[in-house]
């Protein structure tokens, strides 16, 4: 019996032509990607006899739209489609399971299975635990290929592990680099949704600025749902102003007052980060000490080891040596309930702190309203660019799905958590909507935020 395979595109073509064991396919809409993952399947159980492969999707009416109605109709010559089972028995003996995890609490029924090849179609919508799970079961002892595909647009719970694996590079001890790929399609590249659909790229073109540059341009530093959507690490000219919250380091006038924010962690990364204000108020993140930022600041360093570090750079580092430092910290560390509070063993190495506002959503409207633009483009903040954690991690938090005006704390929130400790020990007023008007532009940008009566620009 025959099998006809449609041409596939060049960005399809490199999918299908790929052999690393994990490989990430898309970053945008319209790339193709659907089928792209039901091709590689179908020649996968064409090449190897007797292969089983898995298609993953959150849930089964979305693997019916987008694959099992389609693989039915394409392998009706090879394959049969056993429902009580969600699976593709082709006449060689290969197989293609069809599963859904809605949430991570699913994840149980991979246990004790094994497949050859898994796709976890759109990935972003998936945790990294549900990642690590489902790619576990990759195993057996057999010639077959052990492979991982991935396919994914920017957003989603999962927006932070696959850019971090995929697009940033950035790789965790026993994680091996040559073990991961990723192949970007937009939707310029996939000809035939141009000819079924000519009109979709007008209508993405057409979308706000945010969603034209995640779902259009794949733009992973940017997606629906960012809760400090008016960041700009990277500068946006706007006429004559150039907006941008990252600048290059400079020397730190002496008379300009220091500040030291801390986020607690053990076990998790925590977040040290010195503030220098000027004499108009505004603040510039000069330097920062961050759980995960380098190897010889490992994840576990106790208090002690953490004050050591800060009392060593405070000492040594131009900025900071001989300056009277303000320090502010998570509540946390003055609970004596279960010992020793964290704060004695900063006192003991004379680091001083007072007790952080916590009041969240507050703390939160004090960091927009630091980040906000006025109408000549200078924010109450800047971030030095040697401060990298601040600068990845501030872009990649999302709003709480049960707390719309709060931050999903699921997310890396370390240093945003430092962050709001600082905007609240110095609390600056918003401009009100009917002052701010008359000096804003109409910024096609979309570099206003609206809450409620007043514009954060």
């Keep these: 019996m025959d099998l006809i395979l449609p041409q596939p595109s060049e960005r399809q073509k490199d999918f299908l032509r790929e052999r690393h064991r994990f490989v990430a396919f898309g970053g945008a809409r319209g790339g193709g990607k659907s089928f792209a993952v039901r091709m590689k399947a179908k020649l996968l159980c064409l090449a190897y006899p007797g292969i089983r492969v898995c298609i993953v999707r959150k849930t089964y009416p979305e693997l019916k739209s987008n694959h099992i109605d389609a693989l039915a109709a394409e392998l009706a010559s090879v394959a049969v489609y056993r429902s009580t089972s969600r699976e593709f028995a082709f006449i060689n003996g290969s197989r293609i399971f069809m599963r859904a995890c809605r949430t991570d609490g699913e994840l149980t029924k991979f246990q004790g299975t094994e497949y050859d090849v898994v796709f976890i179609d759109e990935a972003t919508q998936f945790s990294e635990e549900a990642f690590r799970t489902i790619s576990a079961t990759v195993r057996g002892v057999n010639s077959f290929p052990k492979r991982v595909y ?37 939707v310029t590249d996939n000809p035939a949704l141009a ?115 800060i009392a060593k750079i405070e000492r040594e580092h131009r900025w900071l040596k001989g300056k009277n430092i303000y320090g502010v910290a998570d509540p946390s560390i003055w609970d004596s309930s279960r010992g020793d509070a964290i704060i004695d063993s900063a006192e003991r190495r004379f680091i001083s702190f007072e007790p952080g506002d916590n009041a969240r959503i507050a703390g939160w409207m004090q960091c927009h309203y630091r980040l906000a633009f006025d109408g000549e483009g200078r924010p109450m903040v800047y971030f030095f660019n040697t401060c990298r954690e601040a600068i990845r991690t501030l872009p990649l938090l999302v709003y709480s799905k049960t707390s719309p005006e709060d931050l999903d704390t699921d997310g890396e929130d370390h240093f945003a958590d430092s962050f709001r400790y600082f905007c609240m020990s110095r609390p600056i007023a918003p401009r009100r909507a009917e002052s701010a008007h008359e000096r804003l532009p109409d910024d096609p940008l979309d570099l206003r935020v609206r809450y409620g009566k007043y514009v954060y620009s």
Excluded: M
Aim: hydrophobic letters at 35%.
């Design 150 to 186: 991935l396919t994914c647009n920017p957003g989603g719970v999962g927006h932070g592990w696959v850019k971090r694996l995929f697009i940033d590079r950035r790789f965790k001890p026993g994680e091996r680099p040559g073990d991961y790929s990723f192949i970007k399609s937009l």
């Design 195 to 309: 000819l079924s659909d000519p009109d979709y790229a007008e209508r993405l073109r057409a979308l706000p600025p945010k969603l034209r540059r995640a779902w259009l341009e794949g733009d992973w530093d940017v997606f629906d749902g960012q809760f400090f959507e008016e960041f700009r690490d990277v500068p946006e000219h706007y006429g004559d102003r150039l907006f941008t919250h990252v600048i290059e380091p400079f020397e730190i006038p002496r008379e300009w007052q220091i500040y030291r924010s801390y986020d607690f962690g053990y076990g998790k990364p925590f977040d040290v980060s010195w503030w220098a204000v000027d004499f108009d108020g505004r603040a510039y993140l000069i330097l920062q000490l961050y759980g995960a930022s380098s190897p010889n600041v490992g994840l576990k360093w106790t208090p002690d080891r953490q004050f050591e570090e």
